[in-house]
């Protein structure tokens, strides 16, 4: 019964991922991505300031470290790993361009003309170096003031303001939500 309760949910939530992703007018990547966690059952501490939108400059990466377990790094230093659940497990997670490099989320300053705080979630791939070299090798190292940079080519990217970069191509972004720090978290396109 425990697993259909949080099927239901983790699917409601899907749900909700997909009706907000209608109305968005936002550029989002059309690579294929997939994750849903819910951390009302893991309660990751490396992962749940990054989905706290008072914690308007803590990302967490997240990746896969093998079949049975997913990693979690913020830049704020802190690096744990969990073992999914049987449920999420199932749901062929696809964590952007390439697993073992995954993806960055977080909640970054208000959208221009609005109040509260953007979630975001990009690749956590220099964009660049991967247009130019057609290769997933390029992940990015992500800085305490909110900021990723590239060591092949020395970008610097604004994850705080939509993943801008003064010289290239911003960040590969993704639709996500979040319910909060002990909640769900769906990545989806």
Known sequence: M???NNLYR??????????????????YS?????????????????????MDPVNSSIFCRVYRVDDSH???????????????????????????????SGVIVGYGLPAVGGEAHEFYAYDAQCPNCYKE??????????RTDG???CNKCK???????????????KLIRYRATTTGPNGVLAINN
Do not use: W
Request: charged share 20%; glycine share 6%; proline share 2%.
């Open 155 to 169: 970008r610097e990217y604004s994850m705080k303001n939509g993943g801008y970069c003064a010289d290239g191509e």
């Open 10 to 27: 983790l699917f409601s939530y899907l749900a909700l991922l997909l009706l907000c992703a209608a109305c968005d007018k936002t550029e």
């Open 147 to 149: 900021t990723a940079v």
């Open 133 to 142: 070299f057609n290769m997933p090798r390029y992940q990015l190292s992500m």
């Open 2 to 4: 425990k697993i259909v």
């Open 70 to 100: 997913i990693g979690f790094q913020n830049n704020q230093g802190r690096e744990s790993k969990v073992m999914m659940t049987a449920t999420e497990r199932q749901g062929n997670t696809l964590l952007g361009l390439y697993n073992e």
């Open 30 to 50: 059309n690579t294929r991505v997939y994750f849903a966690f819910d951390n009302s059952t893991h309660l990751d501490q490396t992962l749940a300031p990054a």
